[in-house]
């Protein structure tokens, strides 16, 4: 890429309300990120590195449409869950912000959250994965 075409990239990126864009064209690839500070909630995003977790125990929870993803109720709130905590079926996991509408996004079965895949703020698209779980069988 020219320095010229790429200069104009950031410029408008940095204007934008975008926290990350990614370019993948003939002219090669660039990804930009930018830390959110409308929300004092910072998502932890790590691998799992558990080794007696197998991929049959683990699932994601994915956007259910386009918006901007939000881990927390409002700006002055807890999020509405953390890495280690553990999630019920139909339990509230976040929100998406789309068409000036609030939704939540609910957890479609039970499991501990590993990580979260999205950055607080940020817009996702309809399928993307936000959260990756381990499945929690029954206790009892």
Known sequence: MKIAHLKKIIQVFNQSGLNSLEINDYQGQIRLTKESDTHTQTPVVSETTDKSVTPD????????????????????????VKVGDQVTKGQTVAIIEAMKMMNEVKALQD??????LVVDGSTVEYDQALFALTKTGDAS
Request: proline share 10%.
């Open 57 to 80: 125990d683990t699932f994601t929870i994915k956007a259910p449409f386009v918006g901007t993803f939000y881990t927390a109720p409002g700006p002055d709130q807890a999020a509405f």
């Open 111 to 116: 499991g501990r959250i590993n990580d979260i």
